[in-house]
């Protein structure tokens, strides 16, 4: 298959496109470099990939025109829509920022995929767009979505451009709901990233209410298994959602413990009032995507703590990051 993939560049996008070459795809990474944080950490992440005759790097925005019309003699089978603005709290002091890039961007995408008619769209959501609902675990079949924060809001904004563009123009979209990822290559505005700069760095890290705020932690390459499965995916409807999450929320203080442990060091910890945007728990039901994509947890949260530790201090420690 030939596959369009935004944000190629970046932290999921990279292994995304590693796997997907691997299984013998063509894939044409898009990315636009966002300032959002260093160029050099994204230049890591494809180094090998621009070199593999399965990948083409264009460096575009897809709020852009200039992008599309340089995609405009290709053919995808696939789009696979993971660029985005991230982040909860810097989206409270940016939302048109965000609103442009996740909202206008994506309507930029599926109007492509309709002039070409690209009929298979998948879309990165986040657990975000639950907000503060208190049914736990969260079902992709829950009517009661309260985002708070313009991210999440954003993001839910994507999900509701694809259900319209599936009933409108017969493009199957599937938007996967990410449940705090992370693995190598992690971006450094998330709290494992920070977490071991700050440990690395002798500094201390912040705890943002009484340490007991849960997150359903997923590795990466357990997101990319998720992304596979939607890829082979053929739905009744055109339009689905799926949860991808770990299902076994862990609460931040057990979190810095277990980063403790991987790494033999302790923390200094600074306690804080919770932030405007974060919500207390994050906690996937992953029913649905087990029974129709086939999907699985396979890595333990020390795990893959210690992969990301292997990949920072030989990655970033260099880089003096």
């Keep these: 298959m ?85 982040g909860v709290r810097p989206s409270i002091a940016n939302a048109l920022d965000y609103e442009n890039t996740n909202v206008k961007g994506t309507l930029n995408l599926l109007e492509f995929a309709r002039q070409k008619k690209i009929n298979q769209f998948i879309f990165a959501s986040s657990s975000s767009v639950y907000g503060v609902n208190p049914d736990y675990p969260w079902h992709e079949n829950n009517s009661h979505l309260m985002p708070i924060s313009p991210y999440a809001a954003t993001k839910l904004a994507g999900e509701h451009l694809g259900f319209t563009y599936a009933h ?68 009744k409807e055109n339009f689905n959602v799926f949860n991808l999450g770990g299902n076994e929320p862990v609460k931040l203080i057990d979190l810095v413990r277990s980063i403790e442990n991987v790494t033999k060091k302790k923390f200094i910890l600074e306690y804080k009032d919770m932030q405007p945007g974060d919500v207390p728990v994050t906690y996937a039901s992953i029913d649905k995507a087990i029974q129709q994509l086939g999907y699985k947890v396979t890595t333990r949260l020390e795990d893959g703590l210690q992969q990301f530790k292997v990949w920072y201090e030989k990655t970033l420690l260099s880089m003096n990051q």
């Design 168 to 235: 409108l123009y017969n493009i199957q979209f599937t938007a996967l709901r990410f449940f705090t990822v992370y693995g190598p290559g992690q971006r450094p505005d998330l709290a494992i990233h920070k977490f071991f700069h700050a440990l690395y760095h002798n500094k201390p890290i912040e705890i943002y209410g009484a340490g007991d705020t849960l997150r359903d932690y997923t590795f990466v390459n357990d997101i990319v298994s998720g992304i596979k499965g939607a890829l082979s995916f053929r739905g």
């Design 2 to 86: 030939n596959i369009l993939l935004t944000g190629g560049a970046g932290f999921i996008g990279s292994h995304c496109c590693n796997i997907l070459t691997g299984d013998g795809h063509t894939v044409t990474i898009v990315d636009n470099y966002d300032p959002f944080y260093n160029k050099l950490i994204k230049a890591a992440n494809i180094h090998s990939l621009l070199n593999n005759p399965l990948t083409t790097f264009i460096e575009g925005d897809i709020t852009q025109s200039q992008l599309y019309d340089s995609l405009s003699t290709e053919h995808f089978d696939y789009i696979i829509h993971l660029a985005a603005k991230a």
